[in-house]
């Protein structure tokens, strides 16, 4: 498996549930962020979480990290219709000069 | 207080020839990163510049692609005799370096005929 993977794979979910999303990584990180990208269009940055942090809130989105176990997770809570996209987690790997590596990502359906 | 503009946002080549894409980075960001996504994939890294110096480019195809970004001017992904097999959205994104977040363009959409 790859560096970042998302499960799951697509998530479908009323509008109002809470969303939860979560991404496993194989190797030592500096930080990992979580991204958005509606269809055809380039990815939103959402929360940028360090490796020494545990957990993060913006809004009603929360990252939590666990470095022991290499995972971090996603909260939606309230989901909206507008937050139909797909979710990507990625990496910036401990001596890895910034890049990031990209899982596969999430899609969220929301419905009315 | 633009974000990162990538230009054009559609592009259609023929096998064989050039393809150009561009990138301004966001103002005052002078880290600039390609990557590559594949239909129903996540984005693949391809080279980090900063300005007139290539970082690393251990994502890049040995041949046909190149990257520059000059100390005047947007950043350019040059990919020389395009093949079916390049076409994919190309985002660029751009940061103030460290572990500052990296923002994305809007992308170019390849499209090779």
């Keep these: ?112 | 207080n633009a974000g990162v503009m990538q230009n054009p946002r559609h592009l259609v080549r023929r096998r064989g020839q050039e393809a150009r894409l561009r990138c301004s980075p966001m103002k005052g960001h002078s880290h600039v990163y390609w990557y590559r996504q594949l239909p129903e994939e996540g984005l693949k890294f391809m080279v980090y510049l900063q300005k007139e110096n290539i970082i690393d480019e251990s994502g890049m195809p040995k041949e046909r692609f190149s990257a520059e970004f000059p100390k005047e001017g947007p950043s350019i992904l040059r990919i020389q005799q395009v093949v079916r097999g390049d076409s994919a959205a190309y985002f660029c994104a751009s940061s103030l370096g460290g572990d500052q977040p990296q923002h994305f363009g809007d992308g170019t959409r390849l499209s090779i005929l």
């Design chain 1, 1 to 112: 498996s790859q560096q970042g993977e998302e499960d799951p794979q697509a998530l479908s979910i009323q509008e109002g549930e809470n969303a939860t999303m979560n991404c496993s990584y194989k190797t030592s990180i500096n930080n990992l962020q979580w991204y958005r990208q509606n269809s055809g269009r380039g990815l939103v940055h959402l929360i940028l979480i360090r490796s020494n942090e545990r957990e993060k809130h913006s809004g009603r989105l929360r990252v939590t990290l666990d470095t022991s176990k290499k995972s971090s997770s996603l909260l939606i809570t309230a989901s909206r219709a507008a937050d139909t996209a797909s979710y990507f987690c990625a990496t910036d790997l401990t001596g890895g000069g910034n890049k990031l590596t990209f899982g596969t990502g999430t899609q969220l359906k929301v419905e009315l």
